[in-house]
């Protein structure tokens, strides 16, 4: 008898132990966060700006960056997004309207599927042997300027873009499409005129989503080729640019601790920027799922 | 005239430039994929894949392409990543499913979504200001250089921790809750039904998960370009700085360089198979065999 209780207090042990351990391994992402908002916060505050630093940051200031990260994520959406629309749009019922083409399905699917996976600057590396071979070609087009990152953007957001519109096209009540095909309407027309509106308000919110994440990008931007000294906000879409996140990278490699401060600093501001995107994309969203509810 | 007859003439027509949507969006997404291909293409005449992938002999100038050393550096950061961050990720999936609350849940959804929104360039910042000395006080200056691959690791462990914890999560749900009831039943412990009845039903998942979480390191650039070091070094010592793959290109990618193209289509090769192959063993049911 005492045998079986001393085996049982030890399995109670175990389990105490184990629950012990899973909690303590949870808190460490919630550590992780605090230290890493605190050491942001405490460096861009400690910042040194001695005169050299200062220089750079009256000329460069984030303004040139904030601009060039604006103009990039807006003209990249609308290079992709109505594509992506009338893609998702073919897609988002494929019995229907793409069912003559399975083949064209099962690429466009694979393709998609792939390609939100590929990391970030391998497309960088893509987009430097597409536009070095048209720059042979037609030497206006030039390389490193506004107009190609937001193709190369574009690109890189052209499947999340697809994905996020199915989903949402896909998430429209099924009232809305069965009333008009009870009145008669056709494939096209129900999903252009019925189902694209009552998607509207999702994919605004998802548009911002994505945005958010693609904001804080840098990598395929380094690779195409970032100048280390902008003055001046874009101009048009042959200049050069410079965005937020590319501007930490650069400022944060630097040994002077100035730039470092500054590399900080522009964290917490870009930080500020995903949290503001994201908010608003959730208060819309949910605003959205609201009102569907309402009308069922 | 009837209604029908128009909606059909403009159906068809938007049908068409429908499809074409479809079209374009694949047509720009293999565009991509050719262009490495056109740029990589003269080099592969020039230089055996073997020597590329073996030797550790890099000397562009004289055409010696060995390139051992940033694929070691990749694949040591990646491991280092992985060490931790899958752990981490199951420890965390299973509070989060088994021992949580409702309410500490969200809130561990929202801490998780802030994680994901956070940016690379951001953990990179914090590798260089907090976790780089941090370690230099820890392990002393003269052993752990400025730069180095633990480091570089560690950060990227966080990093993909958002989304290894994601995947266990949607493993940990895809289990078959029966046993786990059972399990219960038969009068085990909590701890004895995760230890010996959840987690090695939901092994398959977790290798799975591995491989996913393994791809995604490899593929983190930034935080790499920033951390890990510049300049190729074979060595095997995580204290040291040794460029990565995605490093190489961050630094030089601008270039323009042959090894560039290699680099790029390397890298793209191998997180499609590595991809193909996690997809593989999450397909894999356990305890299929003995049905």
């Not at chain 1, 175990?14 to 391994?25: E, G, S, Y």
């Not at chain 1, 042979?136 to 107009?147: H, Q, T």
Request: hydrophobic content about 55%; aromatic content about 8%; overall charge positive.
């Amino acid at each position: 008898m005492a045998a079986y209780r001393r085996r049982i207090q030890a399995r109670r042990r175990q389990d105490r132990l184990f629950r012990i351990a899973v909690r303590i391994a949870s808190l460490i992402p919630v550590l992780l966060l605090l230290v890493m908002i605190l050491t942001l916060v405490v460096r861009s505050m400690a910042a040194d700006l001695g005169s050299e630093a200062r220089r750079a940051l009256h000329l460069t200031g984030l303004a040139t960056a904030a601009a060039g990260s604006f103009w990039v994520i807006a003209s990249g959406l609308a290079v992709s997004a109505p594509i992506a629309l009338v893609a998702a749009l073919w897609m988002a019922h494929p019995t229907r309207l793409s069912r003559k083409d399975p083949l064209l399905v099962g690429v466009f699917r694979t393709l998609v599927r792939q390609a939100v996976r590929i990391p970030n600057v391998v497309y960088g590396v893509f987009a430097l042997a597409l536009f070095l071979r048209l720059n042979a070609l037609a030497p206006a087009l030039g390389i490193r300027n506004l107009g190609n990152a937001s193709i190369l953007l574009g690109i890189i957001m052209l499947p999340n873009l697809v994905l996020m519109m199915e989903q949402e096209l896909k998430d429209v009540p099924d009232g809305i499409d069965e009333a008009s095909f009870a009145l008669g309407a056709s494939w096209v027309a129900v999903m252009v005129r019925q189902v694209l509106p009552a998607a509207a308000g999702a994919m605004g919110a998802g548009i911002l989503r994505i945005a958010a994440r693609m904001i804080g990008l840098a990598s395929p931007f380094i690779v195409l080729g970032a100048p280390s000294f902008v003055s001046a906000p874009p101009a048009g879409f042959g200049d050069r640019f410079i965005s937020l996140p590319v501007q930490i990278y650069q400022w944060a490699v630097r040994p002077e601790s100035a730039y470092r401060g500054m590399a900080a600093f522009t964290s917490l501001v870009l930080l500020l920027c995903i949290l503001l995107l994201d908010v608003a994309a959730d208060t819309w969203k949910r605003r959205v799922v609201r009102r569907r509810e309402g009308l069922r | 005239m009837i209604p029908g007859a128009s909606g059909r003439f403009r159906s068809s027509t938007g049908a068409w430039v429908l499809r074409a949507g479809a079209i374009l969006t694949t047509a720009l997404l293999s565009l991509m994929i050719v262009a490495v291909v056109i740029g990589s293409r003269g080099f592969f005449g020039r230089v055996s894949l073997v020597h590329f992938l073996f030797s550790a002999e890099w000397r562009p100038a004289s055409g010696s392409l060995g390139a051992r050393s940033f694929i070691g550096a990749s694949m040591r950061t990646a491991f280092i990543a992985i060490l931790w961050a899958v752990p981490g990720s199951v420890a965390l999936g299973l509070y989060i499913s088994d021992y949580a609350r409702d309410t500490s849940r969200q809130r561990y959804r929202v801490i998780l979504d802030i994680l994901t929104a956070i940016p690379a360039v951001v953990y990179g910042v914090f590798a260089l200001m907090f976790v780089n000395p941090l370690l230099q006080t820890l392990l002393g200056p003269d052993r752990l250089q400025p730069f180095n691959t633990l480091s570089a690791g560690l950060v990227l462990g966080v990093f993909i921790t958002p989304y290894t914890t994601a995947l266990v999560s949607t493993v940990l749900r895809k289990g078959r809750s029966g046993m786990r009831t059972a399990a219960m039943a038969l009068g085990a412990t909590r701890a004895e039904t995760i230890l010996r009845v959840v987690l090695p039903d939901a092994l398959p998942g977790l290798l799975s998960v591995v491989v996913l979480a393994f791809t995604r390191a490899l593929g983190e650039s930034i935080i790499m370009g920033m951390v890990a070091g510049s300049g190729p070094r074979a060595t095997a010592n995580p204290l040291l700085a040794a460029e990565t793959m995605t490093g190489f290109l961050l630094r030089r990618g601008s270039g323009g360089e042959d090894a560039v193209f290699l680099f790029g289509s390397v890298l793209f090769v191998l997180t499609v198979l590595l991809y193909l192959l996690g997809d593989w063993f999450g397909r894999r049911r356990p305890g299929k065999e003995l049905r």
